[in-house]
């Protein structure tokens, strides 16, 4: 089996529906500050235990259908990880035989620039793989490197066919994916109801899942 990576759309993700600096400052609206003044605060706020923590959850499942070749496919969703080749080494990079390390393309949220830096471990599963997220590091702005010790996420993809169907000449492959951010919210931000912080960061990793998912599963190539 051959590991993909799916690009992601810095103008879509930057697109999405968050409100603008210039929709948040008006005259009665006693949350606007500068951006200035949001960097300063955001790299000065120190943790402490009683900071709030934002939790964002964003669940996904994507089936494509696929030609079965001389081999079926479930023989091919057996193979070791070892075995697995790379088809986007500029994003994807092997560290041994089970694990990756994976280059997000960057993108812009809130203005500022993001990119991820997944530690990946795949777990080969009777009927597929199980891709984990081992850890997570944030590259981009000094402002978004500055959270890298503020959050933790946990990712799961479950890749799976039926195996009941390993007969028919088209097999169906499925993706489910799941992934958890837990972040302290920062001190600029405290003023904002976490419910609100919440809906806006599943809403992020939503628009992520809805990119990413169709793109990897069109991506997932197997060999004959």
Same mark, same amino acid.
């Given at each position: 089996m051959a590991l993909g990576f799916c690009p992601f759309n810095s103008t879509r993700l930057a697109s999405l529906p968050f409100p603008s600096e210039n929709a948040l400052k008006t005259s009665k609206n006693p949350l606007y500050m500068s951006?200035?003044?949001?960097?300063?605060?955001?790299?000065?706020?120190?943790?402490?235990?009683?900071?709030?923590?934002?939790?964002?959850?964003?669940?996904?499942?994507?089936?494509?259908?696929?030609?079965? /070749?001389?081999?079926? /496919?479930?023989?091919?969703?057996?193979?070791?990880?070892?075995?697995?080749?790379?088809?986007?080494?500029?994003?994807?990079?092997?560290?041994?035989?089970?694990?990756?390390?994976?280059?997000?393309?960057?993108?812009?949220?809130?203005?500022?620039?993001?990119c991820p830096v997944l530690l990946v471990r795949v777990e080969e599963q009777p009927n597929g793989c199980c891709i984990k997220l081992l850890s997570c590091k944030l590259d981009g702005s000094p402002i978004v490197v500055a959270q890298n010790d503020k959050f933790d996420a946990s990712m799961v993809n479950q890749i799976s066919c039926d195996a009941n169907r390993s007969g028919s000449l088209v097999q169906e492959l499925t993706s489910d994916a799941v992934i958890e951010v837990s972040i302290e919210v920062p001190f600029a931000f405290s003023p904002i109801p976490l419910g609100m912080i919440e809906s806006t960061g599943t809403q992020v990793l939503e628009q992520i899942l809805r990119l990413m998912l169709p793109r990897f599963m069109a991506q997932v190539s197997f060999l004959e």
């Amino acid at each position: 089996m051959a590991l993909g990576f799916c690009p992601f759309n810095s103008t879509r993700l930057a697109s999405l529906p968050f409100p603008s600096e210039n929709a948040l400052k008006t005259s009665k609206n006693p949350l606007y500050m500068s951006t200035a003044s949001l960097k300063l605060l955001c790299v000065r706020a120190s943790a402490s235990n009683s900071a709030s923590k934002a939790r964002f959850v964003a669940r996904r499942k994507e089936s494509v259908s696929v030609r079965q /070749l001389k081999r079926p /496919l479930i023989e091919y969703m057996r193979l070791p990880a070892s075995q697995y080749s790379v088809l986007d080494a500029e994003r994807i990079e092997r560290i041994d035989d089970n694990t990756f390390r994976c280059y997000v393309y960057r993108f812009k949220f809130f203005n500022f620039e993001v990119c991820p830096v997944l530690l990946v471990r795949v777990e080969e599963q009777p009927n597929g793989c199980c891709i984990k997220l081992l850890s997570c590091k944030l590259d981009g702005s000094p402002i978004v490197v500055a959270q890298n010790d503020k959050f933790d996420a946990s990712m799961v993809n479950q890749i799976s066919c039926d195996a009941n169907r390993s007969g028919s000449l088209v097999q169906e492959l499925t993706s489910d994916a799941v992934i958890e951010v837990s972040i302290e919210v920062p001190f600029a931000f405290s003023p904002i109801p976490l419910g609100m912080i919440e809906s806006t960061g599943t809403q992020v990793l939503e628009q992520i899942l809805r990119l990413m998912l169709p793109r990897f599963m069109a991506q997932v190539s197997f060999l004959e």
